[in-house]
């Protein structure tokens, strides 16, 4: 017998009996909403039995863990399924990801969307005999030849891998896989799920392997739920900045360059205003600016570990035999140009920008619109500051990142601290150092943040900042890292007040990321529908009737309005205001100025908002001064819809 600890009251647990039905016992309601549990701070099934005392927590289906664990045991569905309906179909991996779960088959021929209904009525099936979910453990050897037997090479040569000499695995039914879990107690457990989509995918992610079917679900605790998350996928696809990209002719992608996007002209004025927006925001803040070639000698990247840590995201080439890397950083070009002139402490900090042209190769199947690109624009700036200006710089810096958020709109975020990953340079006194010195200007501005074990620069640790858009999702946007090691490698220096050769600080910093990805977000966060200050076309102005007093009114008004610095286009044509207006608010455009008779007799404007089918009546003057402020305060909102 053994003693449990559950929400404050011990209980005695018979020998041989599970938490599960520990709960049925005592807490019947709980387990309805359990999936899994912590026995003493570790993740066990329900099924499992205790052996000795311990203090019990349950994993909720409403918890990110047990979403986690239910979409894990949703994938573990899938496969049995798939299995029942193809008994030729190997088996390799089927994870939990955000948003869902995958599972990658060997099949003897391509998944494709038809198939997808099948499955998913199969597994309705499956859940329907609620098949209970059994975790066993076997000898590494023993597996081995088990997985073997049973023909499946891919769990071989994950076994095979494993440094363990047991392995677990979870059975249900006719169904086994290779698994650490935990898992749901039985199939009835798993109600609402959907199959979303087939890809394509290596085997180990390597292009040299065999090419594998790989079919995407997600699952959530309830109908309700999964419903919802449905109707948001919908907007979201909707909203999908590549077909927006297409029907407002701001950007399009071509065979003969893929993965580098062609900017249009419209889509070019979303560029330049978000580029000027930076370069003013900077140039407030102290920050010079410089440009350093996109091609480097391949000794250079060999210098800064790039080529032993980022190798196989760079492009080469070769002139007059020898050997050249395009840059996918800006970092090194920066420290060149630090190394061109001797720095005193008075010069420090000293704040750096480059909005730098850089290259990195993504294998096709991983481009996606603006999102994933092989060539983008990094809005850079290296800050090169004494350790004891570190702390400042960096809360100046967080600072500055916020307010560029909120210009945008975007209000809500996350914020991360990623830590040393495997591959890295500098020693674990730096790399400590450095990590601090990001988190103590987090405590000090009293913002909350996550820590992302492993996932730092190989250089330095950094600050992750994600922005969420008007769909609730997640973007990790800018990233600030504190850089010891590079300094050093590159022989960089300041004297100091003691006359003598000192290394600065490196800040490494990227508010937006790269700026067409960035714009791909803004695309898809206000629908095309831009802040005024971001819209490509600001104002419309039309006639109603093609004779030659409204046609005369009408580029009076335009005149007015490209004089006041607005971006604006008029259609007198022949077609009617209805067609007029529609185009408009297909593109977009803000505001459309109607130029009637009673207009050119009142001198007044009738204006509409993309918004809203009401007509404000207002004077030219009094418009253009609305217009500048809504531009100048880069509100989100028309100003005359804004209390």
């Given at each position: 017998?053994?003693k449990?600890?559950y929400?404050?009251?011990?209980?005695?647990?018979?020998n041989?009996e599970s938490l599960?039905d520990?709960?049925k016992?005592?807490?019947?309601k709980d387990?309805?909403?359990a999936?899994?549990?912590?026995?003493?701070?570790?993740?066990v099934?329900?099924t499992?039995t205790?052996e000795?005392?311990?203090?019990l927590?349950?994993?909720?289906?409403t918890?990110d863990?047990g979403?986690?664990?239910?979409?894990?045991?949703t994938s573990?569905?899938?496969?049995?399924?798939?299995r029942r309906?193809?008994p030729?179909?190997?088996?390799?991996i089927?994870?939990a990801?955000?948003?869902g779960f995958?599972y990658?088959?060997?099949?003897?021929k391509p998944?494709?969307?038809?198939?997808?209904?099948?499955i998913?009525d199969?597994?309705?099936?499956i859940?329907?005999?609620n098949?209970p979910?059994?975790?066993?453990?076997?000898n590494?050897?023993?597996a081995?030849e088990y997985?073997k037997?049973?023909?499946?090479?891919?769990k071989v040569?994950?076994?095979e891998?494993?440094?363990?000499?047991?392995?677990?695995?979870y059975?249900?039914?006719?169904f086994i896989?290779l698994?650490r879990?935990?898992h749901?107690?039985?199939?009835g457990?798993?109600k609402?799920?959907?199959l979303?989509?087939?890809?394509g995918?290596?085997w180990?992610g390597d292009?040299?392997?065999k090419m594998?079917s790989?079919?995407?679900?997600t699952a959530?605790e309830?109908k309700?739920?999964?419903d919802k998350?449905l109707?948001k996928l919908k907007?979201a696809?909707e909203?999908?900045h590549r077909k927006l990209?297409?029907?407002?002719n701001?950007?399009?992608?071509h065979?003969e360059?893929?993965g580098?996007?062609f900017?249009?002209?419209?889509?070019?004025?979303i560029?330049k205003?978000?580029e000027s927006?930076?370069?003013?925001?900077n140039e407030?803040?102290g920050?010079?600016?410089?440009?350093?070639?996109?091609?480097l000698?391949?000794e250079?990247?060999h210098?800064?570990?790039h080529?032993?840590?980022?190798k196989?995201?760079?492009?080469?080439t070769?002139?007059?035999e020898?050997?050249?890397?395009?840059?996918p950083?800006?970092?090194?070009g920066?420290l060149?140009?630090?190394?061109?002139?001797?720095?005193s402490y008075?010069?420090?900090?000293?704040?750096?920008a480059?909005l730098?042209?850089v290259?990195?190769?993504?294998l096709?199947?991983?481009?996606?619109?603006?999102?994933?690109v092989?060539?983008f624009?990094?809005d850079?700036?290296h800050i090169?500051?004494?350790e004891?200006?570190l702390?400042?710089e960096i809360?100046?810096?967080?600072?500055y990142?916020l307010s560029?958020?909120?210009?945008?709109?975007?209000?809500?975020?996350?914020?991360?601290?990623?830590?040393?990953p495997?591959?890295s340079i500098?020693?674990d006194?730096?790399?400590e150092?450095?990590?601090?010195?990001?988190?103590?200007?987090?405590?000090?501005l009293?913002?909350?943040?996550?820590?992302?074990?492993?996932?730092g620069?190989?250089?330095g640790?950094k600050?992750?900042f994600?922005?969420?858009?008007?769909?609730d999702?997640?973007?990790?946007?800018g990233t600030l890292q504190?850089?010891?090691?590079l300094?050093m490698?590159?022989?960089?220096?300041y004297e100091?007040?003691?006359?003598?050769?000192?290394?600065?600080?490196m800040?490494?910093?990227?508010?937006?990321?790269s700026m067409?990805r960035?714009?791909?977000i803004l695309?898809e966060?206000?629908?095309g529908?831009?802040?005024?200050?971001?819209?490509?076309l600001q104002?419309?102005v039309?006639?109603?009737?093609n004779e030659?007093?409204?046609?005369d009114?009408?580029?009076e008004v335009a005149k007015?309005?490209k004089?006041?610095g607005f971006r604006?286009?008029?259609?007198e044509?022949n077609?009617?205001?209805?067609?007029k207006?529609?185009k408009?608010?297909?593109?977009?455009t803000?505001?459309?100025?109607?130029i009637g008779a009673?207009?050119v007799s009142?001198?007044k404007l009738?204006?509409?908002?993309?918004?809203?089918?009401?007509?404000?009546?207002?004077?030219l003057?009094?418009?253009i001064?609305?217009?500048?402020?809504e531009?100048?305060?880069?509100?989100?909102?028309?100003?005359?819809?804004?209390k």
């Open positions: 017998m053994s449990i600890n929400l404050g009251q011990s209980y005695d647990l018979s041989g599960l520990f709960l016992q005592n807490a019947k387990s309805k909403d999936v899994a549990a912590k026995f003493n701070g570790t993740e099934d329900l499992y205790p000795t005392d311990g203090d927590e349950l994993i909720l289906t918890s863990e979403l986690e664990i239910l979409r894990h045991s573990h569905l899938m496969a049995q399924a798939v309906l193809y030729n179909t190997q088996v390799t089927g994870p990801i955000k948003d995958y990658d088959f060997d099949a003897e998944f494709t969307e038809e198939d997808l209904p099948k998913e199969e597994m309705k099936k859940i329907k005999e098949i979910v059994v975790r066993k453990v076997m590494k050897n023993e081995i997985f037997k049973a023909n499946e090479p891919y040569e994950i076994i891998g494993i440094d363990a000499d047991t392995v677990s695995f059975e249900q039914g006719d896989d698994c879990g935990p749901v107690p039985s199939t457990y798993l609402a799920y959907k979303m989509s087939v890809a995918s290596y180990r292009s040299n392997n594998l790989r079919i995407y679900g959530f309830s309700e739920s999964l998350y109707k907007e696809k909203r999908d990209g297409k029907e407002l701001l950007f399009s992608f065979d360059g893929p580098f996007p900017w249009h002209p419209r889509g070019m004025v560029y205003a978000v927006y930076i370069r003013n925001e407030k803040r920050y010079v600016e410089i440009k350093t070639p996109a091609i000698n391949e250079l990247w210098r800064s570990g080529w032993d840590n980022y196989e995201n760079m492009y080469f070769e002139i007059d020898t050997k050249y890397a395009v840059k950083m800006n970092c090194p920066g060149i140009v630090y190394n061109s002139n001797i720095h008075r010069d420090l900090p000293l704040r750096v480059e730098g042209f290259h990195r190769h993504e096709s199947g991983a481009l996606h619109g603006l999102f994933r092989r060539a624009t990094q850079d700036a090169f500051c004494t004891e200006q702390g400042d809360i100046n810096t967080i600072e990142y560029v958020y909120k210009d945008f709109g975007f209000e809500n975020f996350e914020i991360f601290v990623s830590t040393r495997a591959k500098g020693s006194e730096i790399w150092l450095a990590t601090k010195s990001l988190i103590n200007a987090l405590d000090k009293r913002i909350s943040y996550k820590i992302n074990e492993g996932d620069a190989f250089y640790p600050i992750d994600n922005i969420k858009d008007v769909l999702r997640n973007w990790q946007c504190v850089d010891f090691s300094p490698r590159f022989e960089i220096s100091g007040k003691d006359g003598k050769k000192h290394t600065p600080v800040l490494h910093r990227a508010i937006l990321g067409e960035f714009i791909g695309v966060h206000y629908n529908k831009f802040p005024l200050w971001l819209s490509p104002v419309a039309v006639n109603v009737l030659q007093p409204q046609i009114r009408v580029n007015a309005l004089d006041s604006v286009e008029i259609d044509s077609d009617n205001l209805g067609t207006i529609k408009y608010r297909l593109q977009r803000p505001y459309t100025v109607i009673e207009e009142s001198g009738s204006i509409r908002t993309r918004s809203s089918q009401e007509i404000k009546d207002m004077d003057n009094e418009f001064e609305k217009l500048k402020k531009s100048k305060e880069r509100m989100n909102d028309s100003i005359f819809t804004t």
